[in-house]
């Protein structure tokens, strides 16, 4: 499914969008207050679950 309006644009993630989640997910800082960081099995797991 795909949302749009003037401004933004939503649709459903797919593994093209791996580099960037991982750039977020994998950030020691970002993720600071989250158990751990991910790696790029990780991202693509949790990319492959939503």
């Known amino acids: 499914m795909v949302l749009e ?3 933004l644009l939503l649709r459903e993630m797919n ?3 791996g580099d960037a989640l991982f750039r977020v997910l994998g950030d020691p800082e970002i ?3 989250y158990p751990y960081t ?7 797991n949790w990319i ?3």
């Open 5 to 7: 309006t003037k401004r």
């Open 15 to 17: 593994m093209e969008d």
């Open 31 to 33: 993720m600071q207050h």
């Open 38 to 44: 991910f790696d790029g099995q990780r991202v693509r």
């Open 48 to 50: 492959g679950r939503t």
